[in-house]
T-cell receptor
């Protein structure tokens, strides 16, 4: 079953509003990756966070890794219709190479 | 197209039948992962290979599931005696192993959608 939880499960925003999805793990993670999956598509890698407290930005997207390395967030500023999709976090535990994907947050942007 | 390819894209089978899926990774990638994804859920890890060696296998994977990567290139995933609960999207991803554990970027294929009637 899922060991990495994400909230919210669904989010509807007006175009131009901000959006945030939160990822929480019950165990400490070695690193965390974020993926975007468009409707009917496959997951596409966005970014990876490795260090405690790390913050990375990609244009309007800001990714953060918690100090305890058990949670992460993705924030999108001024959403656009092209941001529509499901955003997944995927965490790697301290041993092994198995990534645990979160439950995902489905983003709908209303024009 | 040099991305990850999967065949077939769709498979409909009757309960109890065996099915086999194929994944062709990006040519220089030495790691290959199999995942299963059901509607509204994230991909669930099944197994992964580095070259031809199967290094990890999910404890959730029943004995009916087997995967191979005989020459370290393409991989097959076989499900024996399919059950309705096996209906899902089966995703393959490939990556190039890095020196730091878990930092490889996975590139996903389009998936094979299995429907068990």
């Amino acid at each position: 079953g899922q060991q990495v939880m994400q909230i919210p499960q669904y989010q509807h925003v007006q175009e131009g509003e901000d959006f945030t999805t939160y990822c929480n793990s019950s165990t400490t993670l070695s690193n965390i990756q974020w993926y975007k999956q468009r409707p009917g598509g496959h997951p596409v890698f966005l970014i990876q966070l490795v260090k405690s407290g790390e913050v990375k930005k990609q244009k309007r997207l800001t990714f953060q890794f918690g100090e305890a390395k058990k949670n992460s967030s993705l924030h999108i500023t001024a959403t656009q219709t092209t941001d529509v999709g499901t955003y997944f976090c995927a965490g790697l535990r301290d041993t092994g190479n198995q990534f645990y994907f979160g439950t995902g947050t489905s983003l709908t942007v209303i024009p | 197209d040099t991305g990850v390819s999967q065949n077939p894209r769709h498979k409909i089978t009757k309960r109890g039948q065996n099915v086999t899926f194929r994944c062709d990774p990006i040519s220089e990638h030495n790691r290959l992962y199999w995942y299963r994804q059901t509607l509204g859920q994230g991909p669930e890890f099944l197994t992964y290979f580095q070259n031809e060696a199967q290094l990890e296998k999910s404890r959730l994977l029943s004995d009916r599931f087997s995967a191979e990567r005989p020459k370290g290139s393409f991989s097959t995933l076989e499900i024996q005696r399919t059950e309705q609960g096996d209906s899902a999207m089966y995703l393959c991803a490939s990556s190039l192993a890095t020196t730091v554990r878990g930092t490889d970027t996975q590139y996903f294929g389009p998936g094979t959608r299995l429907t068990v009637l």
